[in-house]
């Protein structure tokens, strides 16, 4: 009854902020099917972290430090990058490099779609944010969930939580931000351009042989980015090489479901009230619109540079492809099309940019860690 009444008193409005967050991230995860996979985690998590004297995270007991199960997860899977990185081999699973392969030219636009990112390193620089912290912010407009937690953990750990709640919460709005963006920079002519798609085939031999090219040549241009492209590229591998089909599978399913739950829960050890609620916190989730808001302006106008040199016009939507959030981006790019004119089908290239969007993002990220000191 003491340890009843002790923990009642303790609650704070904190705390019940916290739990409303957490609420509402459940909300979103269930009723609106908003990235259910981390926001139902996370919520949860953020509900049980803030419950006075939680044993889910370490407490000081008679000035002795028990460590809770979160922080031990937290350790071994974050602190470490483990899970982010393992996350990557079942993304990289799931990926069909395909589209890029049959029309290259498609990687321009995904890294012209990561502007976003390096536009809002500049604007947290302005407003105070040293560059380390400004840098993990920017990494925000990756639109890549894991590539933001693994440049946070290693630049701004106590913002893991705040960039984590950005990131994958923007992507769940994909389909309510990218409209709004695109729509600021083009025009209705422009949204019905029409683009002819010319299927080609692709030989096993270069499905193979692309994944361990890219990670080499990556390497050499930015070594950090090595851990992050070099498990996307495995789990390709272990898609394409047509012998590892069980281990594909595995990548796929069991491996990415077990993982995106422990990270999901994990992330929440960030998320006290004590170091969640605060002015930093707001600003974060601000710069994370921006970010993804010039990441698709900056696709689009890239797209609107090119078509001056070109007599086959290409749709500058395709640009705001360009983003990682695969394969969300590609399907609102279609969606935009067709209501625009139900007979354009430019699907497969928007899915060829996002493709790439998910390799520019990657690479950027590395590109922020080493040219960031």
């Known amino acids: 009854m003491d340890v009843l009444i002790q923990g009642i008193t303790s609650i704070t409005l904190g705390n019940i902020a916290m739990w409303a967050l957490g609420g509402l991230l459940i909300y979103l995860a269930i009723a609106k099917d908003f990235e259910p996979a981390l926001l139902l985690p996370m ?3 953020a509900i049980i972290v803030n419950i006075p004297m939680s044993g889910a995270i370490t407490q000081i007991v008679e000035n002795t430090p028990v460590e809770g199960v979160l922080n031990v997860l937290f350790n071994a899977g974050i602190a470490t990058e483990l899970f982010p990185l393992l996350i990557f081999i079942g993304i990289g699973a799931m990926i069909d490099f395909g589209p890029i392969l049959q029309n290259p030219f498609m990687l321009l636009f995904g ?3 990561q502007f976003g990112i390096f536009f809002t390193i500049c604007v947290a620089g302005l407003l105070g944010f040293p560059l380390r912290e400004a840098a993990a912010i920017g990494i925000i407009g990756a639109a890549d969930g894991p590539t933001s937690i693994y440049v946070a953990n290693k630049f701004a750990k106590e913002l893991l939580a705040p960039i984590a709640v950005a990131a994958y919460s923007y992507m769940a709005l994909v389909p309510i931000i990218q409209p709004f963006a695109i729509k600021l920079v083009t025009t209705k002519e422009e949204r019905k351009i029409r683009m002819t798609y010319k299927a080609e085939s692709v030989s096993k031999a270069t499905r193979i042989i692309f994944p361990i090219t890219l990670t080499v040549l990556t390497g050499l241009i930015a070594p950090n980015a090595v851990p992050l492209i070099g498990f996307l590229m495995f789990g390709n591998l272990l898609r394409e090489c047509g012998v590892l089909d069980r281990l594909s599978n595995t990548a796929q399913n069991e491996l990415v479901n077990i993982v995106t739950i422990l990270l999901g829960i994990t992330i929440a050890t960030t998320m006290e009230a ?3 609620i605060n002015v930093q916190t707001f600003m974060i989730i601000g ?3 921006i970010a993804f808001i010039f990441d698709t302006i900056g ?3 890239f797209a609107k540079l090119i078509n001056l040199f070109r007599k086959e016009k290409i749709n500058p939507m ?3 492809a360009g983003i990682s959030a695969f394969p969300m981006s590609a399907r609102v790019i279609q969606k935009m099309a067709q209501k625009e004119d139900n007979q354009n089908f430019i699907l497969m290239f928007a899915v060829g ?8 993002s990657v690479i950027a990220g590395g590109l922020i860690l080493m040219l960031v000191r």
């Open 43 to 45: 919520g949860f998590g």
């Open 274 to 276: 004590s170091k969640f």
């Open 287 to 289: 710069l994370g619109l």
């Open 318 to 320: 395709i640009g705001a």
């Open 111 to 113: 890294a012209a779609a």
């Open 299 to 301: 696709g689009v106008l």
């Open 353 to 360: 940019a996002n493709v790439s969007g998910q390799i520019a």
